[in-house]
């Protein structure tokens, strides 16, 4: 992956930029965690290429995040977590961390997604841009980002789906989101964690 700005911001002028290569002129757009917070500064920036929205466990709705993720982005602390995540005995331990932090039942963790977590942590490159992406969003203090006062202007239908057993985005956010937006409906999965999409 090469290095540069893993703002939210430039995912979306990235993903505008995709659109317009794929003679994509306005889509519906669904993102989970940072891909929310992706689509939502598209749908803001671009109002007219948005035709609606899907917000999944989405970064971005308060600064609360978990202290996992938190901790990750101490100088140093996240370092250590990469090289150790690139090889096979961290891939495996990361692959495993991240299950019992991002589903909420672990009978539904797919025995292939554990595999290709461990396969994209010794990918090269991968973990240093996850990194990257995750100080560009979060500090010690929570997201960094936060954007619920521009809910109000969004004009498009938008679904706020979120698992009540998020350990990574606290499920408030989500309430609280759907209370600002004008075409809003919130959908929350009971015994579900941060990855509706792949755990359910």
Not at 31 to 49: H, K, M, Q, W, Y
Not at 117 to 144: E, K, M, Y
Request: proline content about 6%; glycine content about 12%; aromatic content about 4%.
């Amino acid at each position: 992956m090469p290095g540069g700005d893993y703002s939210s911001s430039a995912f979306a002028r990235y993903l505008e930029g995709f659109l317009d290569a794929a003679g994509v002129e306005h889509a519906a757009v669904v993102g989970n965690s940072l891909g929310g917070l992706v689509a939502l500064r598209l749908a803001l920036s671009s109002p007219a290429r948005v035709s609606a929205l899907g917000l999944v466990g989405s970064a971005g709705l308060g600064r609360e995040i978990s202290v996992a993720l938190r901790a990750v982005t101490l100088p140093g602390y996240g370092e250590v977590a990469v090289a150790w995540g690139k090889t096979l005995p961290g891939a495996t331990q990361r692959a495993l961390g991240r299950a019992l932090l991002l589903f909420g039942e672990r009978r539904r963790v797919p025995a292939g997604w554990l595999s290709e977590q461990r396969s994209l942590a010794r990918r090269p490159g991968f973990l240093d841009a996850a990194l990257a992406a995750l100080r560009a969003t979060v500090d010690l203090g929570g997201q960094r980002e936060v954007l619920p006062d521009r809910l109000p202007e969004l004009r498009v239908p938008t679904l706020v789906l979120w698992g009540e057993s998020d350990a990574i985005v606290p499920v408030r956010h989500a309430r609280e989101a759907a209370a600002r937006l004008r075409k809003g409906v919130l959908h929350r999965i009971p015994r579900c964690g941060h990855l509706p999409q792949v755990e359910r």
